[in-house]
């Protein structure tokens, strides 16, 4: 079955700190891959995605992801975090099959300490 | 830019009570969708529509009905209310197929 995994539900790092945010998918073909980031009340806006080509995606934010078919990965990361970054962290998986349903992870909440 | 407007943003029913959530886009987009989101659940797909006239089911259709008369237009009616559909609703455009989703902010439902 086509799906989306994140692992851990909830991340802290002090401001400065690396941020890691774990995805990985489950699918025979390389899906299409998203990350979404949600502010309280608010909608989800676009991070970053992978459709084809370079493997190391650059976003909005200082977020990078890279695309790694061999672990079935699509983990983000950001050098250094800032007290701005705090929110919750959608990945999320299009698969192909000709609409653009995504499938998506059950979402991490990052807490950014000062 | 208005993108995905969602209406209301709040309601409260009462079980059994129906009730629609407009979503409405100005991207001229063909792909729209409904998402509800449920803590410790993610997002989960109810409905969607590749184009005016044509809907299908997602991953949780049952007890939500959806039309797309219009490329602008795609609401999503709740015939008889059950507590389990309290959540988070959302609706998302694309321009097609692995084209960014856009999402509205959501219209949150309480079902006493």
């Known amino acids: 079955a086509q799906s989306v995994t994140q692992l851990g539900s909830h991340v802290s790092v002090s401001e400065g700190a690396l941020v890691l945010l774990r995805c990985n998918y489950s699918s025979s073909v390389p899906p299409y891959l998203f990350w979404y980031v949600q502010y309280p009340n608010q909608g989800l806006q676009l991070l970053l995605k992978y459709t084809t080509g370079a493997t190391l995606v650059k976003g909005i934010n200082g977020f990078e992801a890279e695309f790694k078919k061999s672990e079935t990965s699509f983990h983000l990361t950001k050098p250094s975090a800032h007290m701005s970054d705090a929110a919750e962290y959608f990945c999320a998986g299009g698969f192909k099959t000709g609409a653009n349903n995504l499938f998506f992870g059950t979402g991490t909440r990052l807490t950014v300490i000062p | 830019n208005a993108g995905v407007t969602q209406t209301p943003k709040f309601q409260v029913l009462k079980t059994g009570q129906s009730m629609t959530l407009q979503c409405a886009q100005d991207m001229n987009h063909e792909y729209m969708s409904w998402y509800r989101q449920d803590p410790g659940m993610g997002l989960r797909l109810i409905h969607y529509s590749v184009g005016a006239g044509i809907t299908d089911q997602g991953e949780v259709p049952n007890g939500y009905n959806v039309s797309r008369s219009t490329t602008e237009d795609f609401p999503l009616r709740l015939l008889s209310a059950a507590p389990s559909q309290t959540s988070v609703y959302f609706c998302?455009?694309?321009?097609?197929?692995?084209?960014?989703?856009?999402f509205g902010e959501g219209s949150r439902l309480t079902v006493l």
């Open positions: 998302a455009s694309s321009r097609g197929v692995s084209g960014e989703l856009f």
